[in-house]
């Protein structure tokens, strides 16, 4: 997709507010291939791998979605590079169906990085713990040995998650399961009960009336969080963006 002429208004509004709390809670990501890729290519291609979030479920237009925003933003940060994020997003998808989907459509597109979203739907649906840290551990060997990096994206706070009780164990497992794979996770949880608890955002503006699914701020700030960490470890483009407390 295109980058971005200029600076929309939902962009004016929404940027500086997204930073709030990145001292808090930052985005440090380990990116070897990432980093060899760019200095050898001057190319960085990512796969955006997920559920809903990742598709852009909830967005007004395909282009206000996090992959979306996230290639115009490292477009923009680093410019003279040449960036793609293939969005490969498919609402409702459980791990094990993402899984599935590495060897046939991940790897083939030779990603430098994989941002994989995931873990709610199966939280959701209760599939077990065991069996999600299982897939989890399999899906990142698998990007691993094929020299890819990878981030896992934390699940996403959630107003009303009392619904689910199993909720933060199954976030639990997503964390345990990368430290002991050696992937990063982007702590997406933390980012937006803070945006909420400190009213940078309503509840509404992140998660939507149905207080499920990400809304297009939600979207536009998850994209700027994850540049935000590629650029500093990356040590290119505008370079790091000093956080807000």
Known sequence: MPAFAGPKPLAQMVDGRCRAGAAQH???????????????????????????????????????????????????????REIKVVNLGVGGQSAYEMYLRLEAEVIPEKPALVIWQTAVNDAIRDIGEEKLAKILRKGANKLQ????????????WLPREGRYPKYDDYRA????????????????????????????FSEEEIVGMDGLQVVEAGYRCLAIRLADGIVAELGEGGGPVKPTN
Do not use: C, H
């Open 26 to 80: 930052p985005f440090k990501p380990a990116l070897a291939a990432a980093k060899r890729n760019l200095a050898e290519t001057n190319r960085l291609s990512i796969v955006a791998l997920g559920s809903s979030t990742t598709a852009g479920t909830g967005a007004s237009d395909a282009d206000r979605s996090y992959p979306a925003v996230l290639e115009a933003e490292l477009r923009r940060r680093l410019p003279g």
């Open 145 to 156: 040995e094929a020299g890819i990096d990878l981030v896992l994206m934390d699940m996403p």
């Open 173 to 200: 497992v997503l964390a345990k399961t990368a430290n002991e794979s050696g992937v990063p996770v982007f702590p997406r949880y933390a980012m937006m009960k803070n945006w909420s608890g400190s009213k940078q």
